[in-house]
């Protein structure tokens, strides 16, 4: 024989756990030292992504494409992997700024747009040991500026948000290399 408990002890057993959940969850959210928040700030950036595809040390390198991506106007399904120099000047031997670590992937059959995820890695100046996280469709050969989220920051970036205001200064479309400036709007705490 089944053991049955009553619909009405039940119901108030549910309600009684659930309020002693959400009184735990109170209690530690409160007493949680990160969100001793400062003002908000607003910043906005400008810096130099250079993109090397060519030579001896690339800054992007494919580690994946499907069987149709050779054939594929668009390369769609290429995926690469970056590391790439950020600069205050679009001339590659100006003061570094830091690097921009990620992935893009070929996402359209119909138009060369790629989906973005990467992180700016900020190593020199106020915001060294700071990152911000963009993730984003960005369609490259577009002649205007394009626009991408930033979704987050660690360090003095801490709960960023903003956008990115991407334009092509120089693409050589021989070697794929290209420079791009980057104009980023966040508020942060």
Do not use: W
């Not at 009684?16 to 030292?33: D, G, Q, V, Y």
């Not at 390198?61 to 069987?67: C, L, R, Y």
């Not at 059959?109 to 106020?126: H, P, R, S, W, Y």
């Amino acid at each position: 024989m089944a053991l049955t408990i009553p619909k009405s002890l039940s119901m108030t057993m549910l309600i009684s756990i659930f309020c002693i959940i959400t009184s735990l969850t109170r209690i530690s959210a409160r007493k949680h030292p990160d969100f001793n928040l400062a003002d908000e700030k607003k910043t906005h950036l400008c810096f130099y992504f250079h993109h090397v595809a060519s030579g001896q040390d690339p800054t992007a390198v494919q580690i994946a494409s499907a069987q149709s991506s050779a054939n594929s106007p668009t390369k769609f399904g290429i995926v690469l992997m970056i590391d790439e120099p950020l600069t205050v000047s679009p001339d590659i031997r100006s003061m570094p700024v830091g690097r921009a670590e990620g992935i893009y992937g070929s996402a359209s059959k119909d138009e060369v747009a790629l989906v973005m995820a990467f992180n700016i890695v900020f190593d020199q100046g106020t915001y060294n040991g700071s990152t911000l996280a963009l993730l984003g469709r960005n369609c490259i050969y577009s002649t205007g500026v394009r626009e991408m989220p930033v979704v987050g920051g660690t360090g003095k970036f801490r709960f960023a948000r903003g956008y990115d205001l991407l334009k092509t200064h120089s693409f050589n479309t021989t070697s794929g290399d290209a420079v791009v400036e980057h104009n980023i709007f966040i508020v942060y705490y």
